[in-house]
Every structure is written in C-alpha cells, then in structure tokens.
C-alpha cells in the first residue's frame, strides 16, 4: 500500500503518518500539519487490505508494543502523541530556516 501525499511547502523532512479514517485525533493531527504548511504521507490502516493492515500493525508493534492512533514519524523516528505539537513547531521553525 503506497501512502498518500498531502502537499506542503516544509518538505525538509520525511513525515509518516498512520491513522484511522474515523478517529478524530488523527484528523486533527492531519490537519495541524497541513495548516503547517507541512507535506506529510500517510496510510489510513482501516482503509487498507486486511493482509496489508496486519503487516502494518506489526512494524508498528516493533516500535511501540501498543499500538494508539495516530502514529507519527519523522525520518523514520517515532514522535509519542504527547510530543507531536512540539515537533510540528520543530518542524516549522527548521523548514522557515533556508
């Protein structure tokens, strides 16, 4: 399953997000970035083929044991939800300094 690209002039970094469709804080989230001006890629994994979501839902277990959404990386490293807003400033201050 190739994730989806939502468009964002701070592309400095490789953000990875995976979510569900319906959960209202990962469309938060989704919409923190993009109002960030942020690209970001995700994968709704409740929207996915079961195969596919059960290979997902492993890598992700190797990273955290229990599993809550959403689930953000950037360049591949895990950002834990208490920490997100944090990071999405990060962000944007790193891709404001060209």
């Avoid at 468009?7 to 989230?29: A, E, P």
């Avoid at 492993?58 to 990273?63: F, G, M, S, T, W």
Wanted: positive net charge; contains cysteine; hydrophobic residues 35%.
């Amino acid at each position: 399953m190739e994730p989806k690209t939502v468009s964002g002039n701070i592309q400095k970094h490789d953000v990875m997000l995976y979510t569900i469709s319906t959960c209202i804080w990962c469309v938060r989230l989704k919409n923190k970035l993009k109002n960030r001006d942020i690209q970001y890629k995700y994968i709704d994994i409740d929207l996915i083929p079961h195969k596919e979501k059960e290979r997902i839902k492993r890598q992700l277990r190797e990273v955290k044991s229990r599993l809550a959404f959403p689930m953000m990386f950037v360049d591949d490293s895990f950002i834990p939800n208490m920490e997100t807003d944090q990071k999405i400033e990060e962000l944007v201050r790193d891709g404001n300094d060209v």
